[in-house]
């Protein structure tokens, strides 16, 4: 879809309802929802106030709505969707797999397929194992440095966000109320009840602050089965991991024996050979997930065979075991493989100039409307964020949330411009987006930071 021309208005002749209104079947749908889903919902990240827009159908780059109005997905599915809807291939591969077989207790081609993929871009994973979620593959990720090591304890970064593993969950959401000093932040917990004994077993460090990082890590070293990072967390704002902070990981885990585990269950949209490619370096093991299924629900764990050999169990009892009735289900393989393998080189390098050029737009835009905020993100992910200062770690984020209110504002108005973006202001690109679909993004941001 690379049409010139943007509006509300709606396909099929039905009525384009601006957003929000209490006349709409969305907002129908979410009052019938609030009776049988707390708070209407299954999945925090797609309620926004005063209520979220049902989608119907998705085609491109579009995504349509209950009351007919098609807007430009710069969602897609929080970054899963790296075609946007419908890619030929990826619907042909899954459709061929469905009339075939949906489920079945027994291996089949399709996951050798997508695992030898995986295996033949990143350098660091001789071997896979697929589960349903990002969640699982961190929990797995986890568990497998544990077994590994044989030591208790993980690090991971104040703020980052790694799916709803208990473990992986502390201090994602703390608060100045609960997180302690700034160079040794506390081990906050992610909901209320969380064990203590939990928190005790995970190590919080500073975002891209090396000498905290470095003490908190060197105090905790031998309980340390593994240090957890995202090179680019989203709820950090998209700030990416500073070269020398990857360095001082990098030599702790080495050193240490504990894994480096890399997240790359958003960022491996990164490039061909993933976040760590791009990155130039090698984990112990990576998780993965969203692009890899082709839209359908999916994670991976990946490393080299030594890692994996955890799960191996030729000789007897694994040292961790793991089951999973979907895992490597043959539809998600199937559409995975056809999704990835679209994804070549020159395809990440065009959207990574889409990326660039959306990001050096809604940079000029800050600038010609005089409004302070910030511009992040790397190749095909964008973030704006409405702030004084600059954001550089979690609490930087919180501090700037006074501006939340004039963010979901800007959302709300781009919703009625034909774009679909979330109120933290994130826009991840798909292959189905042209020039046109982002100078559209630009040119409405621009009207919407100048009118404030
Ligand atoms: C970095 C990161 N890790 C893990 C997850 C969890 O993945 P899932 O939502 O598939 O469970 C996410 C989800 O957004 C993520 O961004």
Not at 89 to 96: D, E, Q, S, T
Not at 337 to 363: C, H, N, Q
């Amino acid at each position: 879809m690379t049409s010139a021309s943007y509006d509300t208005a709606p396909a099929g002749g039905a009525t384009a309802l601006p957003y929000p209104n209490a006349e709409s079947r969305s907002a129908a749908l979410h009052a019938r929802a609030r009776t049988v889903l707390p708070s209407g919902n299954s999945r925090a990240t797609v309620f926004f106030k005063p209520y979220p827009l049902y989608a119907v159908s998705g085609a491109g780059c579009l995504v349509t709505d209950a009351d007919g109005v098609a807007r430009i997905d710069f969602l897609n599915n929080y970054t899963s969707l790296i075609h946007g809807h419908g890619h030929p291939a990826v619907l042909a591969a899954a459709g061929k797999q469905i009339e075939t077989m949906t489920a079945v207790g027994l291996p089949t081609e399709s996951e050798i397929d997508l695992a030898e993929l995986l295996v033949d871009r990143l350098a660091s994973v001789d071997q896979v194992r697929f589960t349903n979620s990002g969640t699982e593959a961190v929990m797995m990720a986890i568990k497998a440095a544990r077994a590994y090591t044989g030591r208790p304890a993980i690090a991971k970064v104040e703020g980052a966000y790694h799916g709803a593993y208990d473990f992986a969950e502390v201090s994602q959401i703390s608060l100045p109320t609960n997180w302690g000093a700034a160079d040794h932040p506390a081990s906050a917990p992610a909901y209320h009840g969380q064990p203590q004994s939990v928190l005790d077993e995970v190590v919080v460090l500073p975002w891209n602050d090396v000498a905290a990082s470095k003490a908190l890590l060197e105090a905790n070293a031998s309980r340390l089965a593994g240090v957890l990072i995202d090179p680019m967390p989203s709820r950090v704002a998209l700030s990416k991991i500073d070269p020398d902070y990857l360095d001082m990981i990098r030599s702790f885990t080495a050193k240490s024996g504990a894994l480096f585990i890399l997240d790359e269950v958003f960022n491996l949209r990164m490039g061909y050979r993933g976040a760590q490619g791009a990155l130039g370096f090698q984990p112990d093991i990576t998780a993965m997930g969203k692009i890899i299924g082709g839209g359908f629900p999916v994670g991976a764990i990946g490393g080299k065979a030594a890692v994996m050999s955890v799960f191996n169990f030729d000789e007897g009892r694994p040292r961790i075991s793991h089951g999973g009735t979907y895992n490597a289900n043959p539809v998600t393989m199937a559409a995975g493989r056809a999704a990835m393998e679209a994804m070549t080189p020159e395809a990440f390098a065009r959207l990574a100039d889409l990326g660039e050029r959306l990001r050096e737009g809604l940079r000029a835009a800050l600038r010609d409307a005089n409004v302070p905020g910030q511009v992040s993100g790397d190749a095909s992910l964008a973030m704006l964020s409405l702030n004084e200062t600059p954001i550089r770690t979690y609490r930087d984020l919180v501090g700037a949330a006074r501006h939340g209110e004039r963010q979901v504002a800007i959302q709300q108005r781009l919703l009625n411009r034909g774009i679909l973006t979330s109120p933290a202001l994130m826009f991840a690109l798909s292959t189905a987006m042209g020039a046109a679909e982002i100078d559209h993004l630009i040119a409405e941001m621009r009207s919407a930071l100048r009118d404030g």
